[in-house]
Every structure is written in C-alpha cells, then in structure tokens.
T-cell receptor
Framework: KAGVTQTPRYLIKTRGQQVTLSCSPI?????VSWYQQTPGQGLQFLFE???????NKGNFPGRFSGRQFSNSRSEMNVSTLELGDSALYLC?????????????FGPGTRLTVT | GQQVMQIPQYQHVQEGEDFTTYCNSS?????IQWYKQRPGGHPVFLIQ?????EVKKQKRLTFQFGEAKKNSSLHITATQTTDVGTYFC??????????????FGKGTKLSVIP
C-alpha cells in the first residue's frame, strides 16, 4: 500500500496570509490526525478526523481548522498566519482495527512564515 | 492535559554502548506507544504497550511498561549508527465515544559516535 502523502512539502507564506495543507491517508484508513512539530514545543496534537467528523481537538486557536472528505483525504487550514506558525505539519492516519491504533505519518509540510 | 516526561533529553553514546530512555507519567496510562524519528524524517511507529509489566523485544530494542502503568522505557543494546534519531513515547488517551489522541513526550535525541 502507498504511504501517507502530504502536499505541498514546502511552503513559504507571509504573515497575515492563509494556507491550506493536504493529506491523503493510507488506503482504507479512516482516521486522520494532524500534528505541529517545532523545536521548542515538540510534537503537538492539532485535531483528529474520522469519517468526515472531527473527533478530537488539541489546544490550538481557532485559526487552525480542518476537514475530512468522504474519501478520507483531509485538509488543514491556518488563517491569518503568524511567525510562530512556522513549523513542520505532520499528518498521520490510522486503521483502528484489532485494537491497534498506531499512527502512520506522512513526510510533513514544512511551513515558513516570513 | 496529560503530560509525560521523557529523560534524558539528549544522549550521546559510543557505537556499541547501550542506551535507555525513560518516560514517566504522574497518572496511570491506559497504554503507550513508542516512535522513532530519524533526522529530517517523520515519526515511525515502533510498538504499543498495553499490559502492566509488559516487556516486548524487537531485535536489539527492549520496551517495558511499568507495573503501575505510570512509566515506560526503551532500551537499545549495542547501539549502531542506524539507531540515530529521536525516540518519542506517546500515551494513547481514549476518552470515550471513539475519541482519542496521542500526547507525545519531548523525545530523547540519540547520537551515536562511530
């Protein structure tokens, strides 16, 4: 099976702009989670979607939003970008079958806000 | 939210030496996962521990879950340069109604000197 894919891989934006990142999970996986990774804060959970519904949300401001489509592909959007939003954004999918909840991560999108 | 402390933050070892990273929680964990992230890469799932006192081995890697399910450890025997990376523990928090999230520790960055 193909792994988790994320587009774009790299992005440079200016403060105040908005950005949309895309994630395609492993075929058959219905759960998609998003994480922000920075050197200072580490890996932080943003939100998780399952069957087009947001099941869980981390402690991030409302500028961060997401959605999931019927084919399980997911997007996350960050509006009114701030310098502190510069990070590696990772998407992970999970099958949740047989009591296994391991996350399969994509390569990430490196976002730089100038 | 629930936090885990990972120690040490950094570890430099000579190739062939052993390495251990510890993950400690103030509360009882339902289960815990371990991930490895190579430099420039994304986290890769290693293992999930569920039972009190559980010990699992993967070649030179030994994972343990404490009897009280408040701590976990990863031990690597005879490190190799391929072991370089950051090792994260991540308690899996299931909050009912199908909702869950992984809360990653800050990680232990392992450097192996050839």
């Amino acid at each position: 099976k193909a792994g988790v894919t994320q587009t774009p891989r790299y992005l440079i934006k200016t403060r105040g702009q908005q950005v949309t990142l895309s994630c395609s999970p492993i075929s058959g996986h219905r759960s998609v989670s998003w994480y922000q990774q920075t050197p200072g804060q580490g890996l932080q959970f943003l939100f998780e979607y399952f069957s087009e519904t947001q099941r869980n949300k981390g402690n991030f401001p409302g500028r961060f939003s997401g959605r999931q489509f019927s084919n399980s592909r997911s997007e996350m959007n960050v509006s009114t970008l701030e310098l502190g939003d510069s990070a590696l954004y990772l998407c992970a999918s999970s099958s949740e079958t047989g009591g296994r909840y391991e996350q399969y991560f994509g390569p990430g999108t490196r976002l730089t806000v100038t | 939210g629930q936090q885990v402390m990972q120690i040490p933050q950094y570890q430099h070892v000579q190739e062939g030496e052993d390495f251990t990273t510890y993950c400690n929680s103030s509360t009882t964990l339902s289960n815990i996962q371990w991930y490895k992230q190579r430099p420039g890469g994304h986290p890769v799932f290693l293992i999930q521990l569920v039972k009190s006192g559980e010990v699992k081995k993967q070649k030179r890697l030994t994972f343990q879950f404490g009897e009280a399910k408040k701590n976990s450890s990863l031990h690597i025997t005879a490190t190799q340069t391929t072991d370089v990376g950051t090792y994260f523990c991540a308690p899996f928090l299931y909050s009912g109604a199908g909702s869950y999230q992984l809360t990653f520790g800050k990680g232990t960055k392992l450097s192996v000197i050839p």
